[in-house]
T-cell receptor, first 114, second 115 residues
Framework: KAGVTQTPRYLIKTRGQQVTLSCSPISGHRSVSWYQQTPGQGLQFLFE???????NKGNFPGRFSGRQFSNSRSEMNVSTLELGDSALYLCASSSGTSGVSEQFFGPGTRLTVL | DQQVKQNSPSLSVQEGRISILNCDYT??????FLWYKKYPAEGPTFLISISSIKDKNEDGRFTVFLNKSAKHLSLHIVPSQPGDSAVYFCAARTDSGGSNYKLTFGKGTLLTVNP
């Protein structure tokens, strides 16, 4: 079974630009969550999508948005980039259908904002 | 306000000895706890978990202990191996009804196992 894939792996943008990151979950998984990892804050939850609907949301500004497609692939968009948005963005997939199921993480997209 | 705290940013142990990684939490609504391991340039990988109704869960060399009254959990690795060197994240989940999924992570502890 293929794992979670994220594209691109590395990205360099400048302040004010916008960026879109992509995540393909494990086949059959319907839940996709996004996390931001920075050295100072660790992993912070951004949002979770299940069956094309946002089910959970973290405490990030509206510049951070996402969506999920009918094939469960998900995209995350950050508009008006700031220097502080430089981070590793991780997506995780799970079956998300009942009880607690572990999340499987992708390798992440390293975003650098100059 | 950090609800999951890993107060030791790093830990160094000798190969073959026990590694003990600690995690404290403040939210009494957390009902499930997980440990993840992360190597550089890779995403975190699930290691072991424990439900709040248990106080111990064991899987091979890894054991997680939960002390609900102290709001404390720990991960024991015995014996430690050099391949265990990684960043370990403690994570917790609240039961928000059904299967809604939102994990709160600690900042991680870098474990170094010396040969």
């Amino acid at each position: 079974k293929a794992g979670v894939t994220q594209t691109p792996r590395y990205l360099i943008k400048t302040r004010g630009q916008q960026v879109t990151l992509s995540c393909s979950p494990i086949s059959g998984h319907r839940s996709v969550s996004w996390y931001q990892q920075t050295p100072g804050q660790g992993l912070q939850f951004l949002f979770e999508y299940f069956s094309e609907t946002q089910r959970n949301k973290g405490n990030f500004p509206g510049r951070f948005s996402g969506r999920q497609f009918s094939n469960s692939r998900s995209e995350m968009n950050v508009s008006t980039l700031e220097l502080g948005d430089s981070a590793l963005y991780l997506c995780a997939s799970s079956s998300g259908t009942s009880g607690v199921s572990e999340q499987f993480f992708g390798p992440g997209t390293r975003l650098t904002v100059l | 306000d950090q609800q999951v705290k890993q107060n030791s940013p790093s830990l160094s142990v000798q190969e073959g000895r026990i590694s003990i990684l600690n995690c404290d939490y403040t939210n009494s609504m957390f009902d499930y706890f997980l440990w993840y391991k992360k190597y550089p340039a890779e995403g975190p990988t699930f290691l072991i978990s424990i439900s709040s109704i248990k106080d111990k869960n064991e899987d091979g060399r890894f054991t997680v202990f939960l002390n609900k009254s102290a709001k404390h959990l720990s991960l024991h690795i015995v014996p430690s191996q050099p391949g265990d060197s990684a960043v370990y994240f403690c994570a917790a989940r609240t039961d928000s009804g059904g299967s809604n999924y939102k994990l709160t992570f600690g900042k991680g502890t870098l474990l170094t196992v010396n040969p």
